[in-house]
């Protein structure tokens, strides 16, 4: 089984401050011995606001430089989305740091605009998720879109509202974080599904199968959407595992879990796939900006 999670967060897993799991650090091994070999990691606010330039420049830099190299060691391809997450859009701090993104936007390790869209629905979630969507159709590179976890159907049809006044084309667009309630209101629309299968705020892999059963695996992408709380990078694959439990064949296994997200992010003409079992095999080893993942750099 070949994975790849198209929505992550695996900076926000490395601290022990964030994270409950004792294995975060090792989750890159973890997820390489269950078949992930390519990831894309979205721009995340942290736990609190990245308040000025140079603290989002560093979450953004980390997510082209250091988190590739470190994923990599492990024999896992690594891309990235960058965005200012619609959380952060609410604090007037952050709003002017959307003239930071055209600077990495056009960096050969990003691959879409993400995560945009909404959090609580304010105006200025509004001009800050049409800002961005702008930024996309300018730097022709598709979208991540993050729906609300609360009031989440009004949440899904604002975006689509959203999506559609922006002139984007609907299939370069990824809707994220759906349920049983709210699948439906897009599946016809042309944008692409995300269903993060995540312990707290998402999916499980069985509703996940029903879902797929009831809909189908087109245009559907399934993520871990792992992060700084109580969640498994590894549910990608135990999504998998159901799937075939519940009758559908390798093919559509494969479908769903790679080679849908390489459509949908090999849009941006940017995903680089090439030598990936002999990544996977012989992993690199070697340094970035003199940095190592050994303990005291030997």
């Not at 091994?29 to 990831?39: D, K, Q």
């Amino acid at each position: 089984m070949r994975i790849f999670d198209p929505h992550i967060q695996m900076t926000s897993r490395t601290s022990p401050r964030r994270c409950s799991w004792p294995t975060a650090t090792n989750d890159y091994e973890r997820m390489a011995a269950a078949g992930v070999r390519a990831v894309v990691e979205s721009a995340f606010w942290s736990g609190q606001p990245h308040i000025s330039p140079a603290s989002l420049a560093d979450h953004f830099d980390l997510l082209v430089g250091w988190e590739p190299f470190r994923a990599g060691e492990f024999g896992v391809r690594h891309h990235a989305t960058v965005a200012l997450h619609p959380k952060e859009a609410n604090d007037p701090r952050c709003r002017p740091l959307l003239d930071l993104l055209p600077r990495y936007l056009d960096r050969d390790a990003v691959v879409a605009v993400g995560e945009i869209g909404y959090d609580s629905m304010t105006p200025e979630e509004d001009e800050a998720f049409a800002a961005q969507l702008a930024l996309a159709i300018a730097h022709d590179l598709p979208a991540l879109v993050h729906t609300p976890h609360r009031d989440k159907a009004q949440g899904v049809e604002r975006s689509l509202a959203v999506v559609a006044e922006s002139g984007v084309e609907p299939g370069r667009v990824v809707l994220d974080h759906f349920d049983e309630m709210t699948v439906g209101l897009v599946r016809h629309t042309g944008c692409w599904l995300g269903f993060s299968i995540h312990p707290d705020t998402g999916m499980s892999p069985p509703r996940t199968v029903e879902l797929l059963r009831a809909y189908g695996p087109e245009r559907v992408l399934v993520n871990s959407a792992a992060d700084r709380g109580r969640s498994d990078p590894l549910l990608t694959r135990a999504t998998g595992e159901a799937m075939l439990l519940a009758g559908f064949t390798d093919d559509d296994v494969d479908r769903v879990l790679w080679r849908n997200p390489v459509e949908f992010y090999g849009q941006s003409g940017r995903l680089d796939l090439t030598d990936l079992e002999s990544a996977a095999a012989n992993p690199p080893v070697g340094t970035w900006a003199g940095n190592s993942i050994l303990r005291g750099g030997s």
